[in-house]
């Protein structure tokens, strides 16, 4: 089990929170370039369908963010999305992505 900051600690709570406000499959949260957080669960409708960590990018691009510090995934399963990582990724190729079980466990990175 990985220990985080207290920083990133609050992305595990923000990320299980999405989740289970919802009871999605997963929760995730993310930390700009300027401190600000941004959380969302996952969004599965007939016509819009994004994953957790592809809501929380989008909050913070929406609200001016063009880098992210860390990010979160609250989930069941033990990988990240890939579309997720993309999306995590086009804003910052070296920000910590952690994986944390529903109990906000840390499993480890990706």
Known sequence: MTELDAEDGK????????????????????RDGDGRTYAAATVALPNLSLTA?????????????SKL???VVVTEGSLVDGAGLAAVRDLSADAPLYVADPSGAVMGSA
């Not at 592809?54 to 963010?65: K, Y």
Request: hydrophobic share 60%.
């Open 53 to 65: 960590l592809q809501g929380a990018v989008a909050q913070a691009v929406a609200a001016g963010a």
């Open 69 to 71: 510090e860390a990010a």
């Open 11 to 30: 992305l595990v709570t923000l990320a299980r929170s999405a989740r289970a406000r919802i009871g999605a499959p997963e929760g995730a949260a993310v």
